[in-house]
């Protein structure tokens, strides 16, 4: 705790001495700096003050029926930021947890190991991220966006199904990037790091045309990870639990975006290739076939019309296909022969249409948003063979269609008040029909105070891989799932102590109904998902954001949360009672030398086994010094400063109860914009 505490004090000294360095030249001003955010004027709009995807249209944080954040590219900058689940892993109410293969969302205290992110529904641009297959909210690598490019991230939470159906369950995160003459100009980054991680990346953005702007951005990293240590494996036939490189990582991106009035069009690809180091579902430990790869493409199509001074409409087409294969390797036994090396080689591809068409109407003092969507597959195939020699354990192709209609009324009730009212109708092939609701009064006592009651419901329709997926020899399918669903009730108060500090106070209840989970079947041992139980989740949060001087910005919250199975009131795992965090970010425009501050404090979680990861403290820290050299910047990263030792329950696929996080990394990025 000691060396805790004086780490934090030699980091906050050092922020506040580099508050202080001044310019050294007109040049040494960082290129395209943001906006000084220095108050929290209601009257004016910022990029963090401004919320676009909580109603569907853009409105001021505080008067949006939800509790929200909203972090923008100075912060993701300022921080060096690499993946969506670095940003969430630094806000109010979200932990994050890594089984060396992906990233998983914690929200407001669930997290269920083994699942693929299915509770939180992502957005890039307006296009819905979650894929076809698993219904994963991609927050590591293998999300399509690069963080580079992207100009806000808006964090939503709360049950968002009335507006985006499905998945949209615990939160909506939506991502913004630059249209092409925000950014406004080229720049080339290269990075290189601890595990001899080697990266780069390259953006352009510029007009075109008469008033069209475009964005072409491609980056591409790989990571050569640490020998990583299991003691359960722990044995000279199993290399005494080492596995060596075992963290091997390599992903590339490409995005494009087209804008001109009244039209967008999106393309993005990524592919992400990751050695499992974990020996997972029974697999050959140690060896280094063993691998998973996703791949996605995603094409997007929008555009959006005036019909009258109080009335627009607005439609979307998009097309996904997405890829995700996995080799494990393991040892087959045949009696009187020695043990012979076998390969399942798994393979799920999805590809569907999706689209929306949307009206928004203003009469009197309401304002009407109504729409309809809907999402058609052509395929949504998963495959599992034997290599050598071949074996075919499962070849299905499953529909996953469905369809929406939904309405939304933001009925002003006077100066001080809002009552929002929305209901919304799907049809689903899989399981059939579901009606959502969702109702929301915010008021503003005075001009400092926002007071909010908010009550939702949100539905999580059954996957494919959770309907269908079978080897034969570890998990075996459940089509007979049903949809779990979500209510929520949420008391929010927003308070304005000065023009430069803002807290918030925030009471949530969630009763989640049909529970979906993965369990081992104790008839035959296998893996399968079930409709196991109903469960809750309530806590209170605290939040303080404050703008102490220009530029200079810290964020500090407290959650206190728990969740627990409703009949057996066992608490769940991987479920974190406390989180602790603390943001402090140095001046960035006009400075020559900024630093940035994150401290995230996460107490202990329960595990499948009956016991427990133990609470730790991570510390990273950040640097950016721009040179006299025009447009060079130079950024040092320090990710788990103080070499935290800690770890994150493992799932019902791994041997493991507890899988050990990364120790300290070192990141150097130096940036040229011209």
């Given at each position: 705790?000691?060396?805790?505490?004086q780490?934090?004090?030699?980091?906050?000294?050092?922020?506040?001495?580099s508050?202080?360095v001044?310019?050294?030249?007109?040049?040494?001003?960082?290129d395209?700096?943001?906006?000084?955010?220095?108050?929290f004027?209601?009257?004016?709009?910022?990029?963090?003050?401004?919320?676009y995807?909580?109603?569907?249209?853009?409105?001021?944080?505080t008067?949006?029926?939800?509790?929200?954040?909203?972090?923008?590219?100075d912060?993701?900058q300022?921080h060096?930021?690499r993946?969506?689940?670095?940003?969430l892993?630094?806000v109010?109410?979200?932990?994050?947890?890594?089984?060396?293969?992906?990233?998983?969302?914690?929200?407001?205290?669930?997290?269920r190991?083994?699942?693929?992110?299915?509770?939180?529904?992502?957005?890039?641009?307006?296009?819905?991220?979650?894929?076809?297959v698993?219904?994963?909210?991609?927050?590591?690598p293998?999300?399509?966006?690069?963080?580079?490019i992207?100009?806000?991230?808006?964090i939503i939470?709360?049950?968002?199904s009335v507006?985006?159906?499905?998945?949209?369950?615990?939160?909506?995160?939506?991502?913004?990037t630059y249209?092409?003459?925000?950014?406004?100009?080229?720049?080339?980054?290269a990075?290189?790091?601890?595990?001899?991680?080697?990266?780069?990346?390259?953006?352009?953005?510029?007009?075109?045309?008469?008033?069209?702007?475009?964005l072409?951005?491609?980056?591409?990293?790989?990571?050569?990870?640490?020998?990583?240590?299991?003691?359960?494996?722990?044995?000279?036939?199993?290399?005494?639990?080492?596995?060596?490189?075992?963290?091997?990582?390599v992903?590339?991106h490409?995005?494009?975006?087209?804008?001109?009035?009244?039209?967008q069009?999106?393309?993005?690809?990524?592919?992400?290739?990751?050695?499992?180091p974990?020996?997972?579902?029974?697999?050959?430990?140690?060896?280094?076939?063993?691998?998973?790869?996703d791949?996605?493409?995603?094409l997007?199509?929008?555009?959006d019309r005036?019909?009258?001074a109080d009335?627009?409409?607005?439609?979307?087409?998009?097309?996904d296909?997405?890829?995700?294969r996995g080799?494990?390797?393991?040892?087959v036994?045949?009696?009187?022969?020695?043990l012979?090396?076998?390969?399942?080689?798994d393979e799920?591809?999805?590809?569907?249409w999706?689209g929306?068409?949307?009206?928004s109407?203003?009469?009197?003092?309401?304002?009407?948003?109504?729409?309809?969507?809907?999402?058609?597959?052509?395929?949504?195939r998963?495959?599992?063979?034997?290599?050598d020699?071949?074996?075919?354990?499962?070849?299905i192709?499953?529909?996953m269609d469905?369809?929406?209609?939904?309405?939304?009324d933001?009925w002003?009730?006077?100066?001080?008040?809002?009552?929002?009212?929305?209901?919304?109708?799907d049809?689903?092939?899989?399981?059939?029909?579901?009606l959502?609701?969702?109702?929301?009064?915010?008021?503003?006592?005075?001009?400092?105070?926002?007071?909010?009651?908010?009550?939702?419901?949100?539905?999580?329709?059954?996957?494919?891989?959770?309907?269908?997926?079978?080897?034969?020899?570890?998990?075996?399918?459940?089509?007979?799932?049903?949809?779990e669903?979500?209510?929520t009730w949420?008391?929010v108060?927003?308070?304005e102590?000065?023009?430069?500090?803002?807290?918030?106070?925030?009471?949530?209840?969630?009763r989640?109904?049909?529970?979906?989970?993965?369990?081992?079947d104790?008839?035959?041992?296998?893996?399968?998902?079930?409709?196991?139980?109903?469960?809750?989740?309530r806590?209170?949060?605290?939040d303080?954001?404050?703008?102490?001087?220009?530029?200079?910005r810290?964020r500090?919250?407290?959650?206190?949360?728990?969740?627990e199975e409703?009949?057996?009131?066992?608490?769940?795992?991987?479920?974190?009672?406390?989180?602790?965090?603390?943001?402090?970010?140095?001046?960035?425009?006009?400075?020559?030398?900024?630093?940035?501050?994150?401290?995230?404090?996460?107490?202990?979680?329960?595990?499948l086994?009956?016991?427990w990861?133990?609470?730790?403290?991570?510390?990273?820290l950040?640097?950016?010094?721009w040179?006299?050299?025009r447009g060079?910047?130079f950024?040092l990263?320090?990710?788990?400063?103080?070499?935290?030792?800690y770890?994150?329950?493992?799932a019902?696929?791994?041997?493991?109860?507890?899988?050990?996080r990364?120790g300290?990394?070192?990141?150097?990025r130096?940036?040229?914009?011209?």
């Amino acid at each position: 705790m000691l060396r805790f505490r004086q780490a934090c004090l030699t980091c906050v000294v050092a922020l506040a001495v580099s508050a202080g360095v001044p310019a050294s030249a007109q040049e040494a001003t960082p290129d395209g700096a943001g906006t000084d955010y220095t108050t929290f004027n209601l009257d004016e709009l910022t990029g963090m003050d401004v919320v676009y995807g909580a109603a569907s249209y853009d409105q001021k944080i505080t008067d949006a029926p939800a509790s929200v954040t909203v972090i923008t590219a100075d912060e993701i900058q300022a921080h060096g930021y690499r993946t969506l689940a670095d940003v969430l892993a630094s806000v109010r109410g979200f932990n994050i947890s890594y089984d060396r293969s992906y990233d998983y969302v914690g929200v407001r205290g669930f997290s269920r190991p083994g699942d693929y992110n299915t509770r939180v529904l992502l957005l890039h641009d307006g296009h819905p991220g979650n894929d076809i297959v698993y219904g994963t909210a991609a927050a590591g690598p293998e999300m399509t966006v690069d963080l580079a490019i992207v100009k806000r991230i808006e964090i939503i939470r709360g049950p968002g199904s009335v507006l985006y159906g499905a998945g949209a369950f615990f939160a909506v995160i939506n991502l913004v990037t630059y249209d092409g003459d925000e950014l406004g100009d080229a720049e080339v980054t290269a990075e290189y790091g601890s595990r001899q991680r080697l990266g780069g990346q390259a953006a352009w953005g510029g007009t075109v045309g008469s008033g069209g702007s475009l964005l072409l951005a491609g980056s591409a990293f790989r990571d050569e990870g640490d020998d990583l240590y299991w003691p359960e494996y722990d044995d000279p036939a199993t290399n005494n639990g080492v596995f060596e490189n075992g963290d091997r990582e390599v992903a590339r991106h490409a995005y494009a975006k087209y804008v001109r009035p009244g039209l967008q069009a999106t393309a993005g690809w990524v592919r992400r290739d990751k050695r499992i180091p974990t020996g997972d579902w029974g697999m050959i430990f140690n060896d280094t076939g063993a691998v998973v790869s996703d791949e996605r493409v995603a094409l997007d199509l929008s555009g959006d019309r005036r019909l009258s001074a109080d009335a627009s409409l607005r439609g979307r087409l998009s097309y996904d296909d997405y890829t995700c294969r996995g080799d494990y390797p393991y040892d087959v036994a045949e009696e009187g022969q020695p043990l012979q090396r076998a390969v399942q080689h798994d393979e799920a591809h999805g590809i569907w249409w999706s689209g929306e068409l949307q009206a928004s109407l203003r009469r009197g003092s309401h304002r009407f948003v109504a729409g309809a969507d809907f999402r058609r597959s052509t395929t949504a195939r998963q495959t599992s063979v034997v290599v050598d020699p071949f074996e075919s354990l499962l070849d299905i192709d499953g529909t996953m269609d469905n369809a929406g209609v939904y309405v939304q009324d933001e009925w002003t009730l006077g100066q001080p008040a809002s009552l929002y009212l929305g209901l919304r109708g799907d049809s689903y092939r899989s399981f059939g029909g579901n009606l959502t609701p969702r109702c929301g009064l915010v008021t503003r006592p005075d001009r400092r105070t926002t007071a909010k009651i908010l009550y939702g419901e949100a539905f999580r329709a059954p996957n494919a891989y959770e309907l269908f997926y079978s080897d034969g020899i570890s998990q075996k399918p459940n089509p007979g799932l049903e949809p779990e669903c979500v209510r929520t009730w949420e008391a929010v108060i927003e308070r304005e102590l000065s023009d430069r500090l803002r807290v918030g106070v925030c009471l949530y209840d969630n009763r989640i109904t049909g529970l979906v989970d993965q369990i081992v079947d104790p008839d035959d041992g296998m893996i399968v998902f079930r409709n196991v139980a109903d469960a809750y989740t309530r806590g209170v949060e605290i939040d303080v954001d404050a703008r102490l001087m220009p530029g200079l910005r810290g964020r500090f919250s407290l959650s206190a949360q728990r969740g627990e199975e409703e009949s057996s009131e066992t608490p769940l795992t991987n479920a974190p009672a406390r989180l602790v965090k603390l943001n402090l970010t140095t001046p960035r425009q006009g400075a020559a030398l900024a630093g940035a501050l994150e401290v995230q404090h996460v107490s202990r979680r329960g595990t499948l086994a009956g016991a427990w990861a133990p609470a730790y403290t991570v510390v990273n820290l950040d640097a950016t010094w721009w040179t006299p050299v025009r447009g060079l910047q130079f950024d040092l990263a320090i990710d788990n400063a103080l070499d935290e030792r800690y770890a994150d329950p493992g799932a019902a696929h791994q041997v493991q109860d507890v899988l050990a996080r990364e120790g300290r990394r070192l990141t150097g990025r130096l940036g040229w914009h011209w």
